[in-house]
Each structure stands twice: as structure tokens, then as C-alpha cells.
Antibody, heavy 120, light 106 residues
Framework: EVQLVESGGNLVQPGGSLRLSCVAS????????MNWVRQAPGKGPEWVSA????????YTAESVRGRFRVSRDNSQNTLSLQMTNLRADDTAIYYC??????????????WGLGTLVIVS | DIQMTQSPSTLSASVGDRVTITCRAS??????LAWYQQKPGKAPKVLIY???TLQSDVPSRFSGSGSGTEFTLTITTLQPDDFATYYC????????FGQGTKVDSK
């Protein structure tokens, strides 16, 4: 069974930094692209960033480009999101989501429970 | 970014009803469209991908159709477990979601 467990969410001041992690199990982690997707309170989901299976290709939404960086450690089955210069509109639940193939980021066929980031 | 527009925003229905939700893309997306269901406090769950392919373990009362820029999610016989919010998502380019359609009880 696929399991994705996020951690690292917290209350942070504007301009601050935070690092989110997602530990994966139940599948061969390096064989799948992985994503971060966020959802602000009362809003729809917003894709944030993706990384291919081998970690060499990354993709980032314009809204966070230059502030957020995605990475993965296939030896530890871990996906990370380094967030800097955080703003109030970054407040959201951040989900880790699995892509369907090594180089295809979507659709997102498994999701974690999410971790809450509050910027205030 | 490709904009996705869903209608209606809210839909009131009864168990047993046939429900249809529409999603329009701001440009052609090569049928790279998915539908998700989300319940309060939970992560979204994919129902349909490539516009009409049913994800494994999703009940057959859910179906997707459409092409070009206009797509539809249909629930043939609404069940109590189907009251939720539904989102479309294009993934022809960087993924973008519609604003959601909440299906609630009439």
C-alpha cells in the first residue's frame, strides 16, 4: 500500500523559511515523479512543484519560483520542499503527491495527509 | 497558465440523481484532464484521468467524457458517499485545477 507522510509544517513569520519532508513507502520511490500540492483554507488545490524520478529535472509554479526548491533523496525515499521568503499567501496545507510514472508528474494517484504551514 | 473553469460551483442533489459537472479549459489540453473527489479534512482522490479512464477501484457510476476544451464528469446514480467537492485538473502543461464543484444534499 502506498503511504506518503509529510512533516515540517509550522507557524512561521513572513520572510521566514521552512523545510517540508515527505517519506514514502509501499512503492519503488525512484520510479515515480513526485509533487508538492498546496491548498489554502477554503480554496482549491494548487500544484507547487514536481521532481522527476531521478531528481535531475524539477518544475516549479510561477507563484513560488525563486523562493521554493524541491528535491528528493531516493536512498531515503524522501521528498523535500525548501521554502524561503514565505508570505501570508503561502499559508496552506501542503500535500505530497505521487505521479503515475518516472517522468510524468500528473495525474496525482496517491496523496499524503498533508502538513499545515501558517505564515503570520 | 491554462485556466480551468467548472460549473456549477454548487450542485444540490438527492441520492439516486444523475449528476453532471462541466469543466472548460482556456485552450486545448490534448484530453489530459483528471477529475478528483475531495471530502472535508481529506486529501483529493483521483477518479478519472485522460478525460475518460476510470482510476482503479473507482465505482463505475463515475464516468468522464469530452474533448478539446470541454469536459464532463457524470455520476449516474448518486450515492450517499458521493457528497463531496469535485475538481478538474489539466496536466497538458504545469497542472492547474478548476475552482471546484460542491455536491450537497438537496
Amino acid at each position: 500500500e502506498v503511504q506518503l507522510v509529510e512533516s515540517g509544517g509550522n507557524l512561521v513569520q513572513p520572510g521566514g523559511s521552512l523545510r517540508l519532508s515527505c517519506v514514502a513507502s509501499g512503492f519503488t520511490f525512484s520510479n515515480f515523479a513526485m509533487n508538492w500540492v498546496r491548498q489554502a483554507p477554503g480554496k482549491g488545490p494548487e500544484w507547487v512543484s514536481a521532481v522527476g524520478g531521478d531528481g535531475s529535472h524539477t518544475y516549479t509554479a510561477e507563484s513560488v519560483r525563486g523562493r521554493f526548491r524541491v528535491s528528493r533523496d531516493n536512498s531515503q525515499n524522501t521528498l523535500s520542499l525548501q521554502m524561503t521568503n514565505l508570505r501570508a499567501d503561502d499559508t496552506a496545507i501542503y500535500y505530497c503527491a505521487k505521479g503515475p510514472k518516472v517522468s510524468a508528474m500528473a495525474p496525482f494517484d496517491s496523496w499524503g495527509l498533508g502538513t499545515l504551514v501558517i505564515v503570520s | 497558465d491554462i485556466q480551468m473553469t467548472q460549473s456549477p460551483s454548487t450542485l444540490s442533489a438527492s441520492v439516486g440523481d444523475r449528476v453532471t459537472i462541466t469543466c472548460r479549459a482556456s485552450q486545448r489540453i490534448n484530453n489530459l484532464l483528471a477529475w478528483y473527489q475531495q471530502k472535508p479534512g481529506k486529501a483529493p482522490k483521483v477518479l478519472i484521468y485522460k478525460a475518460s479512464t476510470l482510476q482503479s477501484d473507482v465505482p463505475s457510476r463515475f464516468s468522464g467524457s469530452g474533448s478539446g476544451t470541454e469536459f464532463t464528469l457524470t455520476i449516474t446514480t448518486l450515492q450517499p458517499d458521493d457528497f463531496a467537492t469535485y475538481y478538474c485538473q489539466q496536466y497538458d502543461t504545469y497542472p492547474t485545477f478548476g475552482q471546484g464543484t460542491k455536491v450537497d444534499s438537496k
